[in-house]
């Protein structure tokens, strides 16, 4: 016997619609790579995604036919996350941070059929353009007034496209399973692998993400996404934006702390969401100007591991909560957040600040269990380590075109990740299965120890890579980089670990560093290290 319940697809555009029906006179604020503060709100952001819908059609832009975008978080971007996927096209978020050579790969896999950029990007389009081989329009995202001198034949003018169509438009009805947007994988060995999420998965993962227990977001909220809108669509935070009715802000280039913190005051943000490495810049900026925050209520961490130093200087001398989060772009990306139970409360703060290290509990949509090399389950006792897998209907069940055969094992996706899960369903991530120390047959953690270290007063930022050893096979090896000014020597930092691991996982030596390659998403590159310091001889060899 089925249900008699009305069926309506789950799609991208229906979030618009609720937002413009509900929440019409909410405020997106951006600030714009020309310069500017600009003003717009929700109703006026349905009406401008439609202009667009006609005017991509009038591109040739059809079903299915995907439309790449270079741009930062802005309210351009988020008129595209719209009018591209309500339309019935696919919205296809390039990285600007990868090397030329991949940007075309990328978009070449993809077969794009219309680049639109921020003027930022001016030099990186024209650097490429002649080499992409599908792409029929090239779209600068400013007005007639901004539009640049370009070597690019035919360059088109985001604002008049737009301008030049009026809102009359219909989004249309289709099955919730067709694509909605594309990203890639980061492709830190081989090439990048397409992620082509559904209008359904999508839809699910911002009922998901919205949570009180996953980002806890509502009309009441003013929502900064720092994290980029090219990357995993910015974590969903543009669709429960719409979902929700909260404020968002977009602070375009300015990623910086000092720009950070602006706009945070300015506007009155109370939650944002980014990777470590851009809250160690604002922390900086805070702390060296002597400010406090006066809305920030709680920042979203995930992208890497968030070192224990980092929660305790936001918590304790800024009083912004930490949720510290976990998931990857074949999860669409959200998995797991780190949010208190009532029993939680009333722990000591270490007890609580050791709950926070671990990247949380699942939200509902994702099942995970960790497993042996024998591929058996292993306890849920915090203590078992084992690879993590995951599954639910916002996880990736193939790479788009088929890239890299099947990814599944038995139906649940390989993270890649070694971790442990508590009791209570708490997962922390132990390491990387890539980057996980053997030594003499056991498992060393380089989180654990990257996090030591970052407890130190002078150190900015730390990476734990393997180092080759004659009786161990592999011991750590700790790669830092200061804080400017600060003096440490490699004894006052192996010191530093004395009682906080055991003995023999403690780095068996230290290499100091003017800086740390950081990835198109802000992770540390860790296979960079290791082929840079491959022949590192320790002292204990």
Known sequence: MLGLMQQHPLLISSLLVHAERHHGAQEIVSRRVEGDIHRTSYRELAARSRRLAKALAVLGVGMSDRVATLAWNGYRHMEL????????????????????????????????????????????????????????????????????????????????????????????????????????????????????????????????????????????????????????????????????????????????????????????????????????????????AGLTFSTMKRTVIGGSACPPAMTRAFQDKYGVHVLHAWGMTEMSPLGTVCSFRTKHLALPPEERLALQAKQG????????????????????????????????????????????????????????????????????????????????????????????????????????????HPKWDERPLLVVMKKPGAELTREALLAFFDGKVAKWWIPDDVVFVDAIPLGATGKMQKNKLREQFKDHVLPTA
């Open 81 to 288: 996350y719209y009018a591209v996927s309500g339309s019935g096209a696919v919205l296809h978020t390039l990285n600007p941070r990868l090397h030329p050579d991949q940007v075309v790969y990328i978009a070449d896999h993809a077969e794009d059929k219309v680049l639109c950029f921020d003027l930022t990007f001016l030099p990186l389009v024209e650097a490429v353009a002649s080499r992409l081989k599908t792409v029929k329009h090239f779209v600068a995202m400013t007005d007639r007034a901004h539009m640049p001198a370009s070597k690019i034949a035919g360059l088109l003018c985001y604002d008049e496209l737009v301008d030049a169509q009026d809102d009359r438009y219909d989004w249309p009805q289709f099955d919730e399973n067709q694509a909605s947007s594309l990203c890639y994988t980061s492709g830190t060995t081989g090439n990048p692998k397409g992620v082509l999420y559904s209008h359904r998965s999508s839809v699910l993962h911002a009922y998901g993400a919205a949570l009180p227990d996953a980002l806890n977001c509502s009309s009441r909220d003013v929502i900064l996404p720092v994290v980029p809108m090219f990357h995993v669509n910015a974590w969903s935070l543009p669709y429960v934006g719409c979902m929700t009715g909260a404020k968002l802000v977009f602070p375009g280039a300015g990623l910086d702390g000092k720009s950070l913190y602006e706009l945070f005051e300015s506007e009155k943000v109370t939650v944002s969401a980014g990777v470590p490495t851009v809250w160690q810049g604002l922390l900086a900026y805070v702390d060296g």
């Open 361 to 468: 509990q699942a939200i509902f949509g994702v099942d995970m269990k960790i497993v042996g090399a024998d591929g058996k389950e292993l306890p849920w006792d915090g203590k078992a380590s084992g690879e993590l897998l995951v599954r639910g209907p916002w996880i990736v069940e193939q790479y788009f075109k088929g890239e890299g055969g099947d990814p599944l094992q038995d139906g649940w996706f390989p993270t890649g990740d070694v971790a442990t899960i508590d009791p209570d369903g708490y997962m922390q991530i132990t390491d990387r299965a890539k980057d996980v120390i053997k030594s003499g047959g056991e498992w060393i953690g380089s989180i654990d120890l990257e996090n030591v270290a970052m407890a130190h007063p002078a150190v900015a930022m730390a990476a734990c890579i393997a180092a080759k």
